[in-house]
């Protein structure tokens, strides 16, 4: 186990080790899905509740079940069977109770799934040894952090639709493009807080 | 054989899976800092979506249609077991360098996609070739970003000094805003010279 405040580990993923910035994690949504603020938000939101709930359940079940058997190897199915019903699970719930919030994320929620951001930031934890507050406070920070990442690049897209763009960059091109200056603006935080 | 050449095409350039579907960038920008790395995973990835995509297409009409994408998710997960023991056992090196992301195959959009789009309707064999060809196509695009980045960042191919000594290292292409521009740039090149023949919407994962 690694003393390290846990306080410390939340904002570290939120700036210096921002889950699409320097671990390149949830890109595929990132692209697909950033083009307007409003959506972008929900999808955090979503992600962000997801991430702090999958990490805490993953931690306890690879913890109390998976290493006591010896079964470590199996922690890829196990993790991404954990996601999997979770999500499906928030689903059915939002679905009965919050029918408005239902309509908002709804047809985000099976995206989640396949969302690497939340299988990295299980693996993560596992290969840096955090111990269950570390691991929480690991993935809400990293949820904020792709929060913050979606909705300002979502921002960012939206003003340069009229911009002239070279007809090979249009689109997917362009974004990376605009992904990589954000990432070094990103490494201006870097030395505030470290963590691996 | 018709069948062949066509399939070898669209895994190469048409529908190359990293700059024509932008699928599956997630997992690999970050192993793009050394050749080597890239390599590994590279083949990595072609082992598993070969064979899962030979797996789904084998079991394809025992599938119940509901349940297709567990049934394929572990699939996937299974054959990137193997491939995280594999490379613990016999390149501990490696393994430790690669750290999560072998892991993160699993969520790779481009295995996941092949075995919904390609070997669901059709046979063992043009499937595995398929899924084997789509991780060429892959591991090629990674392999161009990772040449740049390590002959650029550290003034090496494959951990060998190929640029004299009074080569000032470019820092920041090993960092990870390096592997964005790059990977744009890849984009930018391979859509002047390979254009889109019509415009489509592309099948996204």
């Not at chain 1, 929900?42 to 359940?57: I, R």
């Not at chain 2, 740049?148 to 000094?161: A, P, T, Y």
Request: glycine share 8%; hydrophobic share 55%; with cysteine.
């Amino acid at each position: 186990m690694i003393e390290i405040n846990p306080l410390v580990i939340f904002f570290a993923s939120i700036f210096t080790n921002n889950m699409i910035m320097s671990n390149f994690l949830g890109m595929c949504s990132f692209i697909a899905v950033s083009s307007e603020i409003k959506t972008s938000l929900s999808l955090g939101q979503a992600v962000t509740f997801v991430l702090a709930t999958t990490s805490v359940l993953n931690y306890l079940v690879y913890y109390l079940i998976l290493v006591p058997l010896g079964l470590e190897y199996m922690r890829f199915i196990v993790f991404i069977i954990v996601i999997a019903a979770f999500v499906q699970l928030v689903e059915m719930i939002i679905e009965r109770y919050f029918e408005t919030l239902y309509y908002s994320l709804g047809i985000f929620l099976p995206l989640i799934t396949v969302n690497c951001a939340i299988l990295g930031v299980s693996l993560f934890m596992i290969i840096r040894e955090y111990d269950l507050i570390q691991s929480f406070m690991f993935g809400l920070g990293s949820g904020i952090g792709w929060t913050l990442a979606i909705v300002a690049m979502a921002g960012i897209r939206k003003k340069i639709t009229g911009a002239k763009i070279p007809k090979g960059l249009e689109g997917a091109g362009i974004t990376l493009i605009i992904t990589g200056i954000m990432a070094l603006a990103f490494l201006g935080f870097s030395g505030i807080v470290q963590i691996q | 054989m018709n069948e062949i050449i066509r399939v070898f095409k669209a895994g190469i350039y048409k529908d190359n899976p990293v700059f024509r579907q932008i699928l599956g960038i997630c997992s690999s920008l970050a192993v793009t800092n050394f050749l080597a790395n890239s390599f590994v995973m590279g083949v990595g990835l072609m082992f598993v979506t070969a064979f899962s995509s030979l797996t789904v297409s084998v079991i394809r009409q025992f599938t119940p249609k509901h349940i297709r994408m567990m049934v394929q998710t572990l699939i996937i997960s299974a054959y990137v077991i193997i491939l995280d023991i594999f490379l613990k056992a016999y390149f501990p090196a490696m393994s430790k360098n690669l750290g999560p992301y072998v892991g993160l195959i699993i969520t790779n959009c481009i295995i996941m996609g092949r075995a919904e789009a390609f070997a669901q309707n059709n046979k063992p064999f043009i499937s595995f070739f398929d899924g084997l060809i789509m991780g060429l196509g892959y591991t090629l695009v990674l392999m161009s970003v990772a040449f740049v980045r390590e002959l650029l960042g550290f003034g090496s191919l494959f951990g060998i000094q190929v640029l004299g000594d009074n080569w000032v290292n470019w820092t920041l292409m090993i960092m990870p805003p390096g592997a964005f521009f790059m990977i744009g740039i890849v984009i930018w090149v391979t859509s002047n010279w390979f254009p889109k023949e019509e415009e489509k919407g592309g099948a996204k994962a």
